[in-house]
């Protein structure tokens, strides 16, 4: 008899190391449970971005509608509102509507790097399904979706592109990076395999493009491009650039680490599936930004209640079905 793989998301690895078949994994990707309103969040900020910019970078050099004009059409009905900060040096954050922020962004976004035109686009936020084997043998089927792949007409390299928003952005991670890094791991197989790479062609490593949560500083600037106050001076508080790219390039060792650790993850799963591990919790202060706070604060005392809020707020769906891409994907 032939066992099912078990399926693999990359936000479900995400859930697993911040709540390790705690509730908060348990209820989302074993039994289904999705708030039944989705709030104009962070994740859903982070999904209209990208969806913009798949509309914008279409195949080869040629570009779409400019992302500003979607993320607009994008955002609909929706009211939302996201913590930024005017520059480095400000402590306090300010509150700002989220579509006219994803709107400066972006029409910043296109001021700052124009059109791309040293990237020949080979594919855009495109879905994969991929099985993975360890020592030979299938374990499980990744899933998940590739921001991009891209040809860099400057060094004639094939990159990984990978797109983050983020109210700071940190770049001293990147090196450890497993969200892309796994991406990258299945990625130079599976476009081999499907005639998109040469058999000699590797892809070379990953871009890192983040889009910083801020609005562009409206100050008047020198001609050196120095901010300046209200007397022309030149002002003490130079912000960094929001766009900032970084390239990581990444080995053959580095792909066999990557997809041992990704089925040492599943590995655990499934012993917390058939019950010789145990499920237990990791409660930090982030879990207040969980969708389960409130029924996993029932469940923390002993009350049966959390099954109602489950049934009342949340709906049953299929976890690993390609609805929408996931901000942390």
């Not at 039944?36 to 798949?54: P, V």
Request: some cysteine; glycine content about 8%; overall charge neutral.
């Amino acid at each position: 008899m032939t066992t099912a793989l078990p399926v693999l998301r990359t936000s479900e690895r995400a859930s697993f190391r911040r709540c390790p078949l705690t509730q908060q994994w348990w209820w989302a990707y074993r039994e289904g449970w999705t708030p039944k309103i989705k709030q104009a969040d962070a994740r859903w900020f982070g999904i209209g971005i990208h969806t913009a910019l798949e509309k914008w970078y279409l195949k080869g050099k040629k570009r779409g509608p400019h992302p500003a004009d979607t993320f607009d059409s994008w955002c609909g009905d929706e009211i939302g509102y996201a913590k930024t900060w005017l520059g480095d040096n400000y402590d306090e954050p300010v509150w700002e509507d989220m579509r006219d922020l994803g709107v400066a962004m972006l029409e910043g976004y296109v001021d700052h790097w124009g059109k791309d035109s040293q990237w020949y686009v080979i594919a855009i936020e495109q879905p994969f399904s991929i099985k993975v084997e360890r020592y030979g043998k299938p374990v499980v089927i990744f899933r998940s979706r590739w921001d991009g792949v891209v040809r860099s007409l400057i060094d004639n390299r094939i990159y990984l592109l990978e797109t983050k928003t983020a109210s700071q952005i940190s770049t001293a991670y990147l090196e450890l990076d497993d969200q892309a890094g796994a991406y990258w791991a299945v990625a130079g197989p599976h476009f081999r395999a499907k005639g998109v790479l040469k058999k000699d062609e590797e892809i070379a490593g990953i871009i890192y493009n983040f889009l910083k949560k801020v609005k562009p500083d409206d100050r008047p600037r020198d001609e050196g491009g120095a901010y300046l106050n209200q007397d022309g001076t030149v002002s003490k508080r130079q912000p960094k650039s929001p766009f900032i790219r970084e390239i990581v390039l990444r080995g053959p060792r580095e792909q066999q680490i990557q997809m041992q650790r990704m089925t040492d993850e599943v590995t655990v799963m499934n012993g917390m599936r058939d019950g010789t591990i145990p499920v237990y919790k990791n409660t930090t202060r982030d879990c207040t930004w969980c969708d389960f706070f409130i029924p996993c604060q029932l469940h923390e005392r002993g009350s049966k209640n959390f099954e109602i809020v489950l049934k009342v707020d949340f709906k049953q769906v299929d976890p690993y079905a390609y609805d929408t891409k996931s901000a942390s994907e």
